[in-house]
């Protein structure tokens, strides 16, 4: 079919097309960004935390003890909650993942220079990598005297953190090509030696999904916030859990139970906000897809109950209804496709002003097609209805007046 009366008739109403191609560029425009900040929240809910997430629960609690009697008290308590049925293992530290807080510190290869990354710090009192269930790629733990005391690190200048166990993504910073065992790093002016090298664990508060699990444990004991963590197998959490807080409180009758519940149930918290703001942005792109083919149904049926005498003197003239249909889609396709090409521009645009205001990523280009494509097929599924009630235009409606 040629082109050019079509390019002709769309001249003659160039206003109406140039409304509808305007429509089309805003939606591709919109359509590319959301898409592609739907991906990256989706992209962060599906980080590998590292962890044993399904056979973990975790538990806060508050005593009104005194600080010196904390060591005997966590080591009760630790006790306590390695005898309930189901418990494999049990630790206690100051900070877990999706906990929305985070210890950090900078870390840098040579004494006194300026730190190469920020890693968090995790106080390892003890079993605190085989509770979580990490994955030792290289080294060892942490031997039972080589742990100190978080009060004995302010109480004297000779008591310093020696060692730690850090995550492979912080090792590949720090050193990168080279293996991290056995080599030392700063966050004063002591030498802290790498003995151990995890997979991963990440951040308890991360932001970006691409963001490297920089992560360090360290052997130090009854740091301040000690959380409890279990690792349960072969029975219900909910029950082990309930099992627990009496365990707790048989040892302290005064103890408040802060908070009490499986790290499935806090990744499911800790992603709420994510899965929410999906949800908005898909509600968004089904909305502005139903408002563009509403927009292309409505020109086109105008279209159509304006041509009608036309089209009669087509079909008079032996045009088949197969090119009747075929001249409506065509002409729609070429609106659309003006449309896209302008919403390509403009795609990079609001891009561009997103990373400018919030951070997000520069837009990859496969968007770009995805959104073509879609809007493309969008736009030939609306003008189907009115395109085939043109093509059953009878060739003697050419003969009336």
């Given at each position: 079919?040629?082109?050019?009366?079509?390019?002709?008739?769309?001249?003659?109403?160039?206003?109406?097309?140039?409304?509808?191609?305007?429509?089309?560029?805003?939606?591709?425009?919109?359509?590319?960004?959301?898409?592609?900040?739907?991906?990256?929240r989706m992209d962060r809910m599906q980080i590998d935390s590292g962890i044993a997430e399904t056979e973990l629960l975790r538990i806060r609690t508050a005593t009104l003890d005194d600080p010196v009697d904390k060591p005997l008290r966590t080591a009760e308590d630790l006790a306590a909650l390695q005898a309930v049925p189901g418990v494999?293992?049990?630790?206690?530290?100051?900070?877990?993942?999706?906990?929305?807080?985070?210890?950090?510190?900078?870390?840098?290869?040579?004494?006194?220079?300026?730190?190469?990354?920020?890693?968090?710090?995790?106080?390892?009192?003890?079993?605190?990598?085989?509770?979580?269930?990490?994955?030792?790629?290289?080294?060892?733990?942490?031997?039972?005297?080589?742990?100190?005391?978080?009060?004995?690190?302010?109480?004297?200048?000779?008591?310093?953190?020696?060692?730690?166990?850090?995550?492979?993504?912080?090792?590949?910073?720090?050193?990168?090509?080279?293996?991290?065992?056995?080599?030392?790093?700063?966050?004063?002016?002591?030498?802290?030696?790498?003995?151990?090298?995890?997979?991963?664990?990440?951040?308890?508060?991360?932001?970006?999904?691409?963001?490297?699990?920089?992560?360090?444990?360290?052997?130090?004991?009854?740091?301040?916030?000690?959380?409890?963590?279990?690792?349960?197998?072969?029975?219900?959490?909910?029950?082990?859990?309930?099992?627990?807080?009496?365990?707790?409180?048989?040892?302290?009758?005064?103890?408040?139970?802060?908070?009490?519940?499986?790290?499935?149930?806090?990744?499911?918290?800790?992603?709420?906000?994510?899965?929410?703001?999906?949800?908005?942005?898909?509600?968004?792109?089904?909305?502005?897809?139903?408002?563009?083919?509403?927009?292309?149904?409505?020109?086109?049926?105008?279209?159509?109950?304006?041509?009608?005498?036309?089209?009669g003197v087509r079909r008079a003239l032996g045009a088949t209804r197969g090119a009747i249909l075929r001249y409506f889609q065509l002409e729609n396709f070429l609106i659309v496709t003006a449309g896209v090409a302008a919403g390509m521009f403009s795609a990079y645009g609001v891009n561009a002003w997103l990373m400018q205001h919030y951070?997000?990523?520069?837009?990859?280009?496969?968007?770009?097609?995805?959104?073509?494509?879609?809007?493309?097929?969008?736009?030939?599924?609306?003008?189907?209805?009115?395109?085939?009630?043109?093509?059953?235009?009878?060739?003697?409606?050419?003969?009336?007046?």
């Open positions: 079919m040629e082109i050019q009366p079509i390019l002709k008739s769309l001249r003659r109403q160039k206003t109406a097309a140039i409304l509808i191609a305007f429509e089309i560029a805003l939606a591709c425009a919109i359509i590319c960004n959301t898409l592609f900040v739907i991906v990256a494999v293992d049990v630790a206690a530290v100051q900070q877990v993942p999706f906990g929305n807080s985070s210890w950090n510190s900078g870390v840098a290869v040579e004494r006194g220079a300026p730190p190469v990354v920020g890693a968090t710090n995790y106080f390892d009192n003890g079993n605190l990598v085989k509770t979580l269930g990490l994955k030792l790629v290289a080294g060892r733990d942490f031997q039972p005297e080589e742990y100190i005391n978080f009060q004995d690190l302010f109480s004297t200048d000779e008591t310093f953190v020696g060692m730690a166990i850090i995550t492979q993504a912080l090792a590949d910073r720090l050193w990168p090509g080279e293996p991290a065992l056995g080599k030392a790093f700063y966050t004063d002016t002591d030498p802290i030696r790498v003995i151990g090298i995890v997979d991963t664990l990440i951040r308890p508060s991360f932001g970006d999904p691409g963001d490297a699990p920089m992560s360090v444990i360290y052997p130090v004991r009854h740091a301040p916030g000690l959380e409890y963590l279990l690792r349960v197998r072969g029975a219900e959490p909910d029950a082990v859990l309930k099992q627990a807080e009496v365990a707790l409180r048989d040892v302290h009758p005064g103890r408040l139970i802060l908070h009490a519940s499986t790290f499935v149930e806090m990744r499911e918290r800790f992603f709420r906000g994510d899965r929410v703001m999906a949800m908005l942005l898909i509600g968004v792109i089904v909305a502005l897809l139903i408002v563009t083919a509403l927009g292309i149904v409505g020109l086109a049926s105008f279209w159509v109950q304006r041509r009608r005498r036309q089209i951070e997000l990523e520069r837009l990859p280009l496969y968007y770009l097609p995805v959104a073509a494509v879609s809007l493309w097929v969008l736009g030939q599924l609306s003008v189907l209805q009115p395109a085939l009630r043109a093509m059953r235009v009878p060739p003697a409606l050419a003969t009336r007046a």
